[in-house]
C-alpha cells in the first residue's frame, strides 16, 4: 500500500483551499497513493491558536456538518481517484463542535468519523474553547487501503487509546497533526510514535502542518514508521507530499504482534485492577 501524506501551509482567508485540496488527492493519486491523509484543521486556519475571549467569530461558525461541503468535495474525488482520503475539520453537530477526522474509502464512501477524545488546553492551543470531547470511541474502519485507525493530534499521548485500536487489530495509525517548531524537544514526534508502533505492532503516519500563522511556526516534518519502531520516511519541514510504501502483512512478524499483545494481563490493571502488595503483618 502506498500512502500519501498532505503537508501544507494554510493562508488566512482564502476560499480555494479545499480546491487544492482535492487537486493534492489527485496528484497523490497519479503517482501511485492508495491512501491520502492531511493535517490537522486540514483546510482552514488553525483557529484555536486565538483565545476563544479575543476571537471575532463562534466556534459554530467556524464550523461545518459532516457531511458537509468539504466532505462531499473529497468523497468526489476519492470516488473519481480510487484513493482512500482522511482529513480533519471542524465539525458543528447541533450546538457543539467537535475535532474531527472524517474516513473516505475509495469509492468516495463516508465510512465514518473520528473525533478528538482528549482536549487540551495551554499557550497557542486554546482548544477547550473550541471543542467538545469526542464521543466516538476510538474507530477502526475497514478502508479499500487496510484497516486504519485515527489519532487526532493530541490523542496520540494516550497510550490506552492507541493500544483500545491495536486491540482492534488497526494496521496503521494516522496521525493528523498541528505540531509546531519548538513545541516539544526535538526528535520526540518520531521518538512517541515510534515506540507506539514497535508497542502495538502498526504502522504510523503523522501528517503534520506547515507554514508560518500568527506567532506559530509549524514544524512540518510528516514521517511514517513501521510496526518495529523504525522511521520509513519523512518530509522535510517546507510543503511537500510524502508517499511511502507499507508492507501491511509486516505486521504479523512485528513483536507486538508475536509477543506482547499475546501476553497481556489486562484483569490486572484494566479498569483500575492494579495489584496491590499484600498488607505487611503487623501482629
Excluded: K
Amino acid at each position: 500500500m502506498t500512502i500519501a501524506l498532505v503537508q501544507h501551509a494554510v493562508p488566512p482567508a482564502s476560499t480555494a483551499v479545499v480546491d487544492r485540496g482535492v487537486r493534492a488527492v489527485r496528484t497523490a493519486a497519479e503517482a501511485g497513493a492508495d491512501l491520502v491523509v492531511f493535517p490537522e484543521l486540514s483546510f482552514t486556519p488553525f483557529y484555536p491558536r486565538v483565545p476563544v475571549a479575543e476571537r471575532r467569530r463562534s466556534a459554530l461558525d467556524l464550523a461545518e456538518p459532516v457531511p458537509g461541503p468539504t466532505t462531499e468535495a473529497l468523497a468526489e474525488a476519492a470516488a473519481d481517484t480510487g484513493v482512500v482520503v482522511v482529513f480533519n475539520l471542524m465539525e458543528r453537530d447541533g450546538g457543539r463542535t467537535f475535532d474531527t477526522s472524517p474516513v473516505l474509502d475509495a469509492d468516495g464512501t463516508l465510512l465514518g468519523r473520528t473525533r478528538m477524545m482528549h482536549i487540551t488546553e495551554y499557550e497557542q492551543f486554546h482548544e477547550q474553547g473550541y471543542y467538545a470531547p469526542g464521543n466516538t470511541g476510538a474507530p477502526v474502519y475497514d478502508t479499500a487501503a487496510g484497516r486504519l485507525g485515527v489519532a487526532i493530534c493530541y490523542d496520540r499521548h494516550y497510550p490506552e487509546y492507541l493500544r483500545a485500536l491495536a486491540l482492534q487489530d488497526a494496521e496503521l495509525v494516522v496521525v493528523p497533526q498541528a505540531g509546531t517548531v519548538g513545541e516539544w524537544p526535538d526528535g520526540m514526534y518520531e521518538a512517541e510514535l515510534r515506540v507506539a508502533a514497535l508497542q502495538h505492532g502498526f504502522f504510523t503516519a503523522l501528517a503534520n502542518r506547515t507554514g508560518q500563522e500568527g506567532t506559530m511556526q509549524f514544524a512540518g516534518r510528516s514521517f511514517v514508521t513501521d510496526p518495529f519502531g523504525a522511521v520509513g520516511a519523512q518530509a522535510p519541514a517546507e510543503a511537500t507530499i510524502l508517499h511511502a510504501e507499507l508492507d501491511l502483512d509486516r505486521c504479523a512478524d512485528a513483536p507486538a504482534r508475536q509477543l506482547f499483545l499475546r501476553h497481556r494481563r489486562p484483569d490486572q490493571y484494566d479498569q483500575g485492577a492494579v495489584a496491590r502488595p499484600a498488607p505487611t503483618d503487623t501482629r
